[in-house]
């Protein structure tokens, strides 16, 4: 969490090794932003074309999915706005 109020304009997950079965969810302060996005073969970029507004102190909860149960690593990059 950040102790400041900010932004959310983009949110992007890559892997070591994909699978079509995995899936991801994202989560601020308990509402469900992203729900069972599956992953594709390619790292994934969402660009909003609304902001998500993210109050200070806010909880971000990303959970990923390892249907397949391959051992892999994920890689998380977001982008925030604040004035």
Known sequence: SLPFDTE????SVAASHYSDRDY??????GQQVFK???VKD???GFNFSVVK???????V?????NASADKKTIWLNYQLLRD
Do not use: D, G, Q, R
């Open 8 to 11: 959310m304009i983009a949110f």
């Open 24 to 29: 991801w969810n994202l989560f601020i302060n």
């Open 36 to 38: 069972e996005v599956y």
């Open 42 to 44: 390619v790292p994934e």
């Open 53 to 59: 507004p993210i109050p200070a102190n806010a909880e």
């Open 61 to 65: 909860k990303f959970e990923y999915h």
